[in-house]
């Protein structure tokens, strides 16, 4: 059955492939953003495709959209912390008020809705790996609240809607995701390494670098997104979406100095407020429930996400049509 899927954000990193897979798929597909931090460079190829429209908008305001919707993928927020506290307070209101807003539409529609939460609801966790049951150690009064905070409001109205309503919902918390699409300047650790060695530049590593973190890669990110929202679970609950791997900053940023042949330097700078030691997903849910674990391995990823930077650097105005083509 031929479907129509909004996704909210659908021109950033996650969204702008989701986008093209569902088109792939054969469904019409409406893509929301304000382009706040999405590229209009992700969607370029997009564009042409009879089943494809874009829509500039923010999701803190409500939007209409004219026809039948049968899903919602709610991934419309910024997801780095340099980008997500530019503007903390508008930060909060599009967790919130976007996720009210794709509820309300989802319940006009009867359409299921995917929200998009994050491992930033645990905090600086106490324990490892982080299972779902884990109500996380959040500081509700810092740098990164306006993200962490924003995000766990956005799951309790999910809560309430289906609870309420009866509305099919479905979330995923999605632990440190990287690859191509992702804008170089968006601050991440993974872009920010990899965009460092390939300009000589050295790699700023917060802290002694010992802070741990898992990194999935997209596909398998978005084989996840899509099995979830698939799932038919009469009584959903947040799912761990990542990859239970876990390396330390400092591994990370020597991997991509070999990967990169870099000559780069490692330097050490003051570790950011509530900065979190662990994230380590525990994805026994995702496992039993849709038959997923991640299967690219770091250096796969990091070899792939390095050949889409680089061309970006050699070829910025054309990279993303030939990497759709």
């Known amino acids: 059955m031929r479907k129509t899927v909004l996704v909210t954000g659908g021109a950033g990193f996650l969204g702008s492939q989701l986008c093209a897979r569902k088109l792939e798929q054969g469904h019409k597909v409406i893509c929301l953003d304000n382009l706040q931090t999405g590229r209009m460079r992700n ?15 923010d999701v803190v305001t409500p939007y209409q959209v004219k026809g ?17 506290q530019l503007d903390p307070i508008h930060t ?28 930033e609801i645990y905090g600086d966790p106490e324990i490892s790996p982080q299972p779902e049951g884990y109500r996380g150690s959040v500081n509700t009064f810092g740098p990164r609240a306006c993200y962490d905070e ?46 460092q060695a390939l300009r000589g530049e050295d790699l700023t590593v917060y802290g002694s670098g010992a802070q741990t973190r898992s990194f999935c ?20 609950a ?16 020597k991997k991509v100095c070999k990967l990169t042949g870099t000559g780069s330097r490692v330097v050490f ?38 050949r889409y930077f680089q061309a970006e650097m050699d070829e910025p105005d054309h990279l993303t049509a030939a990497v759709r083509g």
Not at 238 to 253: D, I, K, M
């Open 92 to 119: 909060f209101k599009t967790s919130v008020m976007g996720a009210m807003n794709a509820l309300e539409l989802a319940r006009e529609k009867g359409a299921k809705v995917f929200q998009a939460s994050t491992s």
């Open 43 to 57: 969607i370029t190829p997009l564009m042409s495709h009879r089943r494809f429209r874009f829509v500039e908008h």
């Open 150 to 195: 924003g995000k766990r409001a956005a799951e309790t109205l999910f809560y309430d809607y289906h609870h309420r309503y009866g509305l099919q919902i479905s979330i995923g918390r999605i632990f440190n995701t990287y690859g191509p699409y992702m804008d170089p300047q968006d601050g991440r650790v993974v872009s920010n390494f990899i965009n």
């Open 269 to 306: 700078m003051d570790l950011p407020k509530d900065d979190p030691q662990q994230r380590k997903p525990d994805i026994s849910a995702a496992l039993s429930k849709l038959g997923w674990h991640p299967k690219v391995r770091l250096e796969d990823g990091l070899r792939k996400t390095i």
């Open 217 to 236: 890669y997209a596909d398998d990110l978005l084989d996840a997104i899509e099995a979830l929202m698939e799932l038919n679970d009469p009584s959903p």
């Open 238 to 253: 947040p799912v761990n979406l990542g990859n239970p791997g876990e390396f330390t900053v400092l591994e990370l940023a």
């Open 68 to 84: 039948p919707v049968h899903q919602i993928f709610n991934l419309a927020c910024p997801a780095s912390p340099p980008k997500y």
